[in-house]
């Protein structure tokens, strides 16, 4: 489809118009400019009909190529390079377009780009920052072509299916969690001792003064003759699973130091922090997504391919509109998971009646697995008068404030006394914090 420019309306209304308004009043007084008046409209009459021939016959030579897959981080500004392959022998400039989905902002709506002559493949890069992360299709991409004179310009699209996957990012968390991946020691930036000795079988040895008689292998012991030892390991490899909440309850906003977000963004950072903190610490690391159904279910595993397919289940992973059903959870995680595995938890449970659904679900897993459960601590959950009154209306919302610090705090007890661990965690430092409870696990030797 060919349209007209600016310019031919320019020079239209320029020579056209004021030749045919004038036409009848200057043919009989002055016939040689009339005459010179005809001539200039049939030749600007050919010139425009050649011009649009020209774009018209020009043979649509160009090739553009987009790969199927871009990969993006939010917030983060990144590029979509585009390949454009002519053998024109003259140059040509072009204006694309690309229809973006609203979550993915472009610093402008078109580029227009000059291709050189006789240079059979150009390449550059379209610069675009994603505000969400998710998955998202572009099918075309527009072309428009001027003419030889630029009287007219030629449209059409090309057929370009590409998927862009928006990922959280991960780099706005680097300074709260830097001294982790650092290499020394465990994890942190310095050494910590284990506690006990150990729960692996490793090797036998021959006994020493001091060693306690619940170490002596007395089989062994009978068949060599004198007394033999047992020596222990700490078990180097564990398995961690995080289960994260994507109902309703995961859509509240949250604030940060970065801004505003919600509680699920927290969620899905943490969760892949802990997955790189888990590798670096020899640990299987696994995923489990759930709403009043479970969504996915990664298992424990390691290396980069695992990371990646955890990475996958949580860039699509959104806020539904429904109640978390935590006895369909409990059940799916009985089911499969055998071996005793750490489960952390990042839902919210400031909700009575979630509470103690959660607490019914989870009275048989927590005998099998240690169980810790996080949530996001609410803005003014805490006790009446830890921060200062100013205003008499602040009396109502700092009481409400103290009855949900309270209620929260009951509710830890009722976890402790089944064995579950509870936890308010910041939502600035949630991974910092939970890679501090992964930490303490393996100290502790508590799997």
């Excluded at 609203?102 to 002559?117: A, G, K, M, Y």
């Excluded at 959950?381 to 100013?390: K, V």
Aim: positive net charge; glycine residues 4%.
């Amino acid at each position: 489809m060919i349209v007209p420019t600016s310019r031919l309306l320019f020079w239209f209304s320029i020579l056209v118009l004021p030749s045919i308004t004038l036409s009848s009043t200057i043919h009989a007084s002055h016939p040689v400019l009339a005459a010179f008046s005809s001539l200039l409209l049939i030749v600007f009459t050919l010139l425009v009909c050649s011009d649009a021939s020209a774009i018209l016959l020009r043979k649509n030579n160009l090739h553009i190529q987009i790969p199927p897959l871009v990969r993006l981080q939010k917030d983060r500004p990144g590029v979509i390079p585009i390949r454009i392959t002519s053998n024109s022998p003259t140059s040509t400039t072009l204006r694309l377009g690309l229809a973006f989905p609203n979550e993915i902002i472009s610093e402008s709506d078109d580029i227009r780009v000059s291709l050189p002559p006789h240079t059979p493949c150009s390449q550059f890069d379209w610069t675009v920052t994603p505000n969400r992360r998710g998955q998202y299709f572009l099918q075309k991409i527009y072309l428009e072509s001027s003419s030889p004179f630029q009287f007219w310009v030629r449209r059409s699209h090309q057929l370009a299916p590409t998927e862009i996957r928006v990922y959280p990012d991960l780099f706005a968390e680097r300074k709260n969690v830097a001294a982790v991946f650092l290499k020394r020691g465990t994890l942190g930036s310095h050494s910590r001792r284990t506690i006990g000795q150990g729960r692996d079988f490793e090797k036998l040895r021959e006994y020493l003064p001091g060693d306690s008689y619940d170490e002596i292998h007395w089989k062994a012991s009978a068949k060599r003759g004198h007394p033999v030892t047992k020596v222990f390991q700490v078990e180097r490899t564990q398995e961690v699973y995080v289960v994260v909440d994507a109902s309703r309850l995961s859509a509240r906003s949250v604030v940060t130091e970065n801004g505003t977000t919600t509680a699920l963004e927290r969620s899905v950072v943490a969760s892949l922090i802990l997955a790189l903190a888990a590798e670096q610490q020899g640990d299987l690391f696994g995923l489990v997504t759930f709403s009043d159904r479970v969504h996915s279910f990664v298992r424990a595993k390691r290396g980069q391919a695992h990371y990646n397919a955890c990475k996958d289940q949580l860039y699509t992973l959104h806020p539904q509109d429904v109640t978390p059903d935590f006895e369909e959870l409990t059940i799916f995680l009985r089911q499969n998971l055998r071996k005793r595995a750490l489960i952390i938890f990042l839902t919210a449970l400031d909700d009575p009646i979630l509470a103690e659904n959660f607490l019914k679900a989870s009275a048989l897993l927590c005998r099998q697995h240690l169980l810790i459960v996080n949530m996001l601590q609410p803005p003014n959950a805490h006790p009446l008068f830890s921060t200062p009154i100013e205003e008499f209306d602040q009396i109502y919302a700092h009481l409400g404030g103290h009855l949900q610090w309270n209620s929260l705090r009951e509710l830890a007890k009722k976890f402790q006394r089944q064995g579950i661990r509870f936890a308010q965690l910041d939502p600035s430092r949630l991974p910092a914090q939970i890679i501090a409870q992964h930490a303490d696990v393996k100290q502790r030797q508590l799997l």
